[in-house]
């Protein structure tokens, strides 16, 4: 199998609980809690969860928006965390993120070609002027939207017109991976459908890798290769989407997926109602984090962290009782 486009390796983001007048450090938030996985070229890997779980987070990290506190991260073989500023800006052109709100996302200042062309001129591609409107221009087109739509405002545009100009943003500096933190949770349904077509057709036509987050299982059946399921911070299984639907085998992934809807009224599923609230990540729960809401616990599942193991055909599970199921 050719070198993976992203490899994440135990990947932590802790964010220090600080008290008192000088400020002294109490404990953690664990974010984000030992994640590995990888991408290869040309394909999308799901990231699922409940809110609060660490998604995007893990998001932000691996493109060093923030500092990683532990683990690596590899883009095409070069390690992210350790690359200079010089590199870093290199990179940055490879790797682009699409952000979840597309109404706080852009600059209500600027002009829709201003916020498209500003990495262009900002990493000296172009230069302002005729050449520089004819990319955004070429790159507008291609998302869907008209060359007359550059000298308009974002407070013009609906919202699904702004995160096409946000998905065009994205891909001013031609790179080859983009993260798309939650990026249709804010749309209605039908508009979720027309961008999620957007991006599988702009990732066939330019060979686009991606890191799709969302807490909606159903929209990442539409564009996922891959599935990872996180919770409280640590991915819980991971694998490929047809095994993942078909026989889900954590707990966890198997209550998420009886909660999507069936449009078959005569297709009965039986709902998985977990009990409790989520623990909080500056104090999980010890053992398995997902042992005080799952209905199977057993003592083990108190005491020892389950191993992230392949169950087969590359199926990732973190349970103690996987074999029970």
């Known amino acids: 199998m050719s070198t993976p486009v992203l490899e994440v390796k135990n990947l932590k983001k802790y964010f220090p609980i600080q008290s008192g007048f000088l400020k002294t450090r109490q404990g953690d938030v664990k974010a984000v809690d030992d994640i590995s996985f990888t991408i290869q070229e040309g394909q999308t890997l799901g990231l699922v969860g409940e809110s609060g779980c660490g998604k995007t987070t893990a998001g932000r990290t691996i493109l060093r928006l923030t500092d990683a506190t532990d683990g690596q991260v590899l883009y095409k073989g070069k390690d992210v965390f350790k690359a200079s500023k010089k590199e870093m800006m290199e990179l940055r052109q490879q790797m682009q993120i699409v952000f979840q709100d597309p109404y706080s996302s852009l600059n209500p200042r600027m ?10 001129v900002e990493h000296k591609l172009y230069k302002k002027g005729s050449e520089l409107t004819d990319r955004v221009t070429e790159i507008l087109e291609l998302c869907g939207m008209a060359r007359y739509h550059i000298n308009r405002y974002p407070h013009e545009f609906s919202g699904g017109q702004r995160q096409r100009i946000g998905i065009a943003r994205a891909l001013a500096l031609n790179p080859s991976f983009i993260v798309g933190d939650e990026p249709v949770s804010a749309l209605d349904v039908s508009i979720q459908a027309q961008v999620i077509n957007l991006m599988k057709d702009l990732q066939q036509k330019l060979g686009l890798s991606y890191l799709f987050i969302s807490h909606d299982l159903s929209v990442v059946k539409h564009i996922s290769d891959r599935v990872g399921v996180m919770y409280l911070g640590s991915l819980v299984e991971l694998a490929d989407k047809k095994d993942l639907y078909d ?57 020892e962290v389950p191993v992230f193991k392949n169950m087969g055909s590359n199926h990732f599970v973190a349970c103690h009782l996987v074999d029970q199921f």
């Open 111 to 120: 002009t829709i070609g201003e916020i498209i062309g500003e990495a262009l």
């Open 247 to 303: 026989t889900p085998k954590h707990p966890y992934t198997q209550a998420l997926l009886s909660a999507i809807p069936v449009p078959d009224p005569k297709k009965k599923t039986k709902r998985i109602i977990l009990q409790g609230d989520i623990p909080s990540a500056a104090n999980p729960p010890s053992g398995c984090k997902f042992h005080t809401r799952c209905p199977y616990a057993k003592e083990i599942c108190k005491a």
